[in-house]
């Protein structure tokens, strides 16, 4: 809303902006207290009963009394500025939500616009005897006439309002003067259940009743003409929602004492009959389907400036402007006065009425959300002036709300739930950074401090294991496939921090400079390659020391760095050193300090054979050595087939054996991948050495080796300095375990003492 800050300012102080009464109360309760009040009471009361209609009436009233305090909360929390519903959800649960629902909504309030005056030409027809021309000619009159109301300002349409609220007490103050002469206790007794004869389901009259208690925020549409809108809104909703309760109440009441529930079943017009003044109920509906139609005339386009000033979609920039002396956003006006006669000549409301509505118990539901999310993240910045809200009654707010909408009609849900994913999918993809705070990153945040308390004070199990990898990486040109290498043996678990080391004084300017250079530009790196990874930058004078520091401190709680991983070829470029002498002391105190090491050697050659090689053509070798450190390897190339790159891969584990043993190892191996759910091709390897690894894996897209690490020497599983190997070979990722790895999926009986034949894995495992 940035946008529209300077002309908001230039129109401060003239009169369009408006009171708790006539910003707030006068729209709401002009809007609850409308054509189903008059129209269709009586009909809920003759089908439902008096306890039921009650009981119809406390639900709903219960749903908008729980959303305005969530709306009083988060409306008090910041100054709440034009878009209403839109402004108050985008700015807590984001711009995917808020823009989302923003489209929704001002479609539902522009299309009710069309509905309401549909409603109004109606109630001429059946008062002139008119068909369905006169409805259309009377609807798109009225329609003409409130677009000018709306163009013209909000002030004078306020003040328009006071008119129809005249009208709507006179009405209402006939019905309840004829009902209390004509108040009959046997009769109201006689109503308190449904009678057999007439009765209708609870829950098709409550979709009828219910929209008679949507119109509670319509305030919030008008929350950018609000002089005060953080002290207007709870009050002028609470007052609005209030009364209106009263008043449908003691109507209930008064209708159930003064007519048998046949009667009411079978008469829309039970109000005018029961009323002293009959016409005055004709003219009460008139009254109430002009009010409801204007207060959604100024809704509607406060919504689509509002959307329009925060460039959240292509095209809408036009509607951003606003009337510099009115502060009026005209545009929107023009463009919800088209979208209003268009529907009135073409569609059937009745047809999109459910759907409609459905924008409506949405956008509820997401402000109760948006308040249970504000109050859980427990932000500092969340300091609403009202005070009287739970975060678990917000919560409850926004099942109810699903609740209500899967029981008026499912079908209509199922189109609101999906357009409404649709714009958020859209808005998560295509819209612009958001230019303002939400409350998810502190609700996220919250959650995460929760679960490592819970992770803190659940036993580890080694079943649980998950890599957690700091991957050290200097070489930017290596660094892009080194960082595809550790997501693929992660298989999407686990997490993946990249680290440089910058040799400097870190308390130097320029070193800092440089520092967070380098971690923008790693971060942008991550954020191209599509990798779930985090970037790490650090500057220090002794970077072997740097190292070793962070290795012992990198984490949080339960969460610590369990996975250490090179490039053997980082600085082959101009090295002076061979890649042992450079890694032997850094893998060998990782591996003192309880690391597993992760070695890649990935040359250019390497990669551009795997480019070429297809998916399903690629082959994934592990060498098996009967310890951690293969069972850790396996467990990474199982990983890797976990990945869409690998997923069509071939799996092998080449195993030694001896001479006439073949059969023997291939078996043992077999029983115990099938125990643990690996599939793979199990080939025994004779006299395996050196050799044997180039003779049986040239072929392969990627090998994993297993590595000894003895003092500062990195041998292979031959004992051979480990350098032989990997230069005759594709890629290869050579894996040495520093604690047990376990492969089984859940924790292994221990055997009884009469069970003689013991897992053939269990001196493995």
């Known amino acids: 809303m940035a946008g529209s800050d300077s002309k908001e300012q230039t129109a401060a102080g003239q009169k369009r902006l408006l009171g708790t009464f006539g910003g707030v109360f006068t729209p709401s309760i002009l809007t609850i207290l409308g054509i189903i009040l008059f129209r269709r009471l009586g009909y809920v009361v003759g089908g439902a009963g008096l306890l039921s209609a009650l009981l119809m009436l406390g639900l709903a009233t219960l749903i908008s009394v729980n959303t305005s305090v969530s709306l009083s909360a988060i409306a008090t929390n910041r100054k709440v500025r034009g878009g209403g519903d839109y402004y108050l959800i985008s700015r807590s649960l984001g711009v ?45 009159t009225a329609a003409v006439c409130l677009f000018g109301l709306a163009y013209a300002g909000a002030d004078l349409a306020t003040r328009f309002q006071y008119v129809i609220m005249a009208i709507l007490v006179a009405a209402l103050t006939s019905f309840f003067v004829g009902a209390y002469g004509a108040f009959d206790p046997v009769q109201l007794q006689a109503n308190l259940f449904a009678d057999p004869d007439v009765e209708v389901e609870f829950w098709p009259l ?33 007052l609005a929602v209030g009364l209106s309760a009263v008043v449908y109440g003691a109507a209930i009441v008064m209708f159930a004492a003064a007519r048998p529930l046949a009667d009411l079943a079978g008469d829309y017009e039970a109000m005018s009959g029961i009323a002293t003044v009959g016409w005055l109920i004709g003219a009460g509906v008139l009254s109430a389907t002009l009010s409801s139609a204007l207060a959604s005339f100024l809704g509607a386009p406060r919504i689509l400036q509002a959307l329009a000033a925060d460039r959240l979609f292509k095209g809408l920039g036009t509607f951003a402007a606003v009337d510099a002396a009115t502060g009026n956003p005209r545009r929107a006006v023009v463009l919800t006065g088209i979208i209003a006669l268009v529907t009135i000549v073409v569609g059937d409301l009745n047809a999109i009425a459910s ?147 910058l040799e400097g004084d870190s308390g130097s300017a320029s070193v800092q400079a440089a520092r967070q250079s380098a971690e923008a530009k790693l971060r942008a790196e991550l954020h191209r ?33 369990n996975t250490v991983a090179v490039n053997w070829l980082e600085h082959e470029d101009g090295a002076s050193t061979s890649p042992t002498l450079r890694f032997g002391r850094l893998l060998q105190r990782a591996m003192s300090l309880g690391h597993n090491l992760v070695v890649f050697d990935a040359g250019e050659d390497d990669w551009l054979r795997l480019a070429e090689t297809l998916a399903e053509k690629r082959r994934i070798d592990v060498w098996w050595s009967e310890d951690d450190s293969s069972r850790l390897a396996l467990l990474f190339a199982y990983l890797m087939t976990r990945t869409e790159t690998w997923e069509d891969a071939d799996l092998r584990l080449l195993a030694p054996a001896p001479q006439g043993g073949e059969q023997k190892v291939a078996a043992n191996l077999r029983y115990r991948l099938e125990e643990r759910r690996i599939e793979a091709e199990i080939i025994p390897v004779v006299d395996a050495d050196a050799d044997a690894v180039v003779e049986w894996s040239a072929d392969a897209t990627i090998v994993f080796l297993p590595l000894q690490v003895e003092g500062s020497c990195l041998l292979n599983p031959f004992g051979d300095p480990v350098e032989r190997i990997p230069r005759e070979l594709p890629l290869v990722t050579m894996v040495a375990a520093a604690h047990d790895i376990v492969l089984r999926t859940e924790p292994e009986p221990k055997p009884s003492v009469d069970d003689e034949s013991p897992d053939p894995d269990d001196d493995v495992d």
């Open 529 to 561: 390659e599509k990798l779930d990874a985090y970037p790490l930058v650090l500057a220090a004078p002794n970077l072997p020391i740097a190292a070793m520091t962070l290795l012992q401190s990198w984490g949080m709680g339960p969460i610590r760095a």
């Open 355 to 501: 759907v409609v509505s459905m924008f409506f118990l949405i956008s509820y539901g997401l402000l109760n959300y948006a308040t249970y999310i504000e109050a859980t993240g427990a932000s500092p910045a969340f300091r609403p002036r009202f005070r009287w809200y739970d975060a678990r009654a917000s919560l409850l707010g926004t099942f109810m709300c699903g609740a209500v909408m899967l029981a008026i009609d499912p079908a209509a849900t199922a189109v609101a739930v999906a357009l409404l994913f649709a714009g958020y999918q859209y808005l998560r993809w295509t819209a612009v950074p958001t230019r303002w705070r939400d409350s998810r990153r502190a609700y996220r945040y919250q959650k995460v401090k929760e679960g490592l308390r819970e992770l803190a004070d659940q036993k580890e199990s080694p079943v649980d294991w998950q890599p957690q990898v700091l991957l050290f990486t200097d070489t930017e040109k290596r660094r892009a496939p080194m960082l595809k290498l550790a997501s693929w043996i992660s298989g999407g678990t686990g997490l993946i921090t990249a680290v440089q080391l």
């Open 206 to 238: 409550f979709a009828i009743f219910f929209p008679a208690v949507t119109g509670f925020t319509q305030g919030v549409s008008m929350s950018g003409d609000l002089r005060d809108a953080s002290r207007s809104l709870p009050t002028g909703t609470f």
């Open 96 to 140: 995917e939500y808020g823009g989302a629902l923003g489209v929704l909504l001002y479609l539902a309030q522009a299309v009710s616009v069309a509905f309401y005056c549909v409603g109004f030409g109606e109630g001429v027809a059946a008062l002139t005897g008119g068909g369905a021309l006169v409805v259309q000619g009377a609807a798109a």
